[in-house]
């Protein structure tokens, strides 16, 4: 299954980004405005890619400059998803050289972390893209980057998991020791949760699988089994229930995930797509 990955709303992310804009420039750029006292004469940047990789972020990058000035022309050279080859040219921007120079280090930084997750992403998806299972990201993320990571991930193949705790229950051992079980604590979310929000009830073994399946969860985790044990617990729900999701977590490899892929879950969640990843190294050339 193909996922396009859809941009956050501008009217969330340019606060964000005006804010990384002011940590970066603080009371102003002192070396660009001596250079340039008064006005700064045009000028036309090129990025390029140092390596191998899927790119991911040219829009966000194209906005931080716009922020900026609004006479500057972002041209991408490839799309959001393409792969660069090392030494390959993925934009080309015009405008005033104050402009290139001091929206340089953010625009740079937020397209070089978001295509080193949306890369490692391409490539746990491609361990398992012949398999109706679906990689799926997590809440680890870079607080104040959790927008945009997460559309990093969705650039590499992958399907969001929920934004937020307002966007799902999902019932986690800490939960269930603090409600006595999980029939208890299901029996207390399900009255107080609006339509249409789901229950997803994280399990480690098949009496907890059982437990989840006798109460009404609408999405079994399988969190940290086995694969043997793996494989029994979907024979179950799937004989159960065949219209429950069922989601595998913990410890997810680049080595594991087929393996996993083939017990029939529906979903693999691993954060190692934002927390594993190295950023893609891209640089500016005047």
Same mark, same amino acid.
């Given at each position: 299954?193909?996922?396009?990955? +859809?941009?956050?709303?501008?009217? =969330?992310?340019?606060?964000?980004?005006?804010?990384?804009? #002011?940590? %970066?420039?603080?009371? !102003? %750029?002192?070396?660009? /405005?001596?250079?340039?006292?008064?006005?700064?004469?045009?000028?036309?940047?090129?990025?390029?890619?140092?390596?191998?990789?899927?790119? /991911?972020?040219?829009?966000?990058?194209?906005?931080?400059?716009?922020?900026?000035?609004?006479? =500057?022309?972002? %041209?991408?050279?490839?799309?959001?998803?393409?792969?660069?080859?090392?030494?390959?040219?993925? @934009?080309?921007?015009?405008?005033?050289?104050?402009?290139?120079?001091?929206?340089?280090? =953010?625009?740079?930084?937020?397209?070089?972390?978001?295509?080193?997750?949306?890369?490692?992403?391409?490539?746990?998806?491609?361990?398992?893209?012949?398999?109706? @299972?679906?990689?799926?990201?997590?809440?680890?993320?870079?607080?104040?980057?959790?927008?945009?990571?997460?559309? @990093?991930?969705? =650039?590499?193949? /992958?399907?969001?998991?929920?934004?937020?705790? %307002?966007? !799902?229950?999902? *019932?986690?051992?800490?939960?269930?020791?603090?409600?006595?079980?999980?029939?208890? /604590?299901?029996?207390?979310?399900?009255?107080?949760?609006?339509?249409?929000?789901?229950?997803?009830?994280?399990?480690?073994?098949?009496?907890?699988?059982?437990?989840?399946?006798?109460?009404?969860?609408?999405? *079994?985790?399988?969190?940290?089994?086995?694969?043997?044990?793996?494989?029994?617990?979907?024979?179950?729900?799937?004989?159960?229930?065949?219209?429950?999701?069922?989601?595998?977590?913990?410890?997810?490899?680049?080595?594991?995930?087929? #393996? +996993?892929?083939?017990?029939? +879950?529906?979903?693999?969640?691993? #954060?190692?797509? +934002?927390?594993?990843?190295?950023?893609?190294? *891209?640089?500016?050339?005047?």
């Amino acid at each position: 299954m193909s996922i396009k990955a +859809v941009l956050p709303s501008w009217f =969330v992310l340019q606060p964000l980004l005006l804010s990384w804009l #002011s940590e %970066d420039i603080g009371r !102003g %750029d002192r070396t660009t /405005a001596s250079l340039f006292p008064q006005d700064a004469p045009p000028g036309k940047a090129t990025w390029i890619a140092k390596e191998v990789g899927v790119i /991911a972020g040219l829009p966000i990058a194209a906005n931080v400059f716009s922020l900026l000035h609004g006479q =500057v022309s972002f %041209d991408a050279k490839v799309a959001e998803g393409d792969i660069a080859e090392q030494g390959q040219t993925i @934009a080309s921007i015009t405008g005033s050289l104050d402009t290139l120079l001091t929206g340089e280090r =953010v625009a740079l930084n937020l397209t070089m972390r978001l295509s080193g997750i949306a890369t490692l992403a391409r490539k746990y998806v491609e361990q398992i893209a012949d398999l109706p @299972a679906q990689l799926v990201d997590t809440r680890k993320t870079t607080p104040g980057l959790r927008l945009l990571e997460k559309y @990093a991930t969705q =650039v590499g193949g /992958a399907v969001n998991h929920r934004m937020g705790l %307002d966007d !799902g229950v999902m *019932i986690k051992d800490n939960h269930i020791a603090a409600a006595g079980g999980i029939g208890a /604590a299901i029996a207390q979310i399900r009255p107080s949760i609006p339509y249409p929000l789901t229950i997803e009830v994280e399990t480690e073994n098949l009496e907890q699988v059982k437990e989840a399946l006798q109460h009404g969860a609408d999405i *079994i985790m399988l969190d940290n089994m086995p694969l043997e044990r793996m494989h029994q617990a979907v024979a179950l729900i799937r004989q159960t229930n065949d219209r429950i999701k069922i989601e595998a977590s913990g410890n997810i490899t680049l080595e594991t995930i087929r #393996s +996993v892929a083939e017990t029939g +879950v529906d979903y693999i969640s691993s #954060s190692a797509p +934002v927390t594993r990843s190295t950023w893609l190294d *891209i640089s500016m050339r005047l």
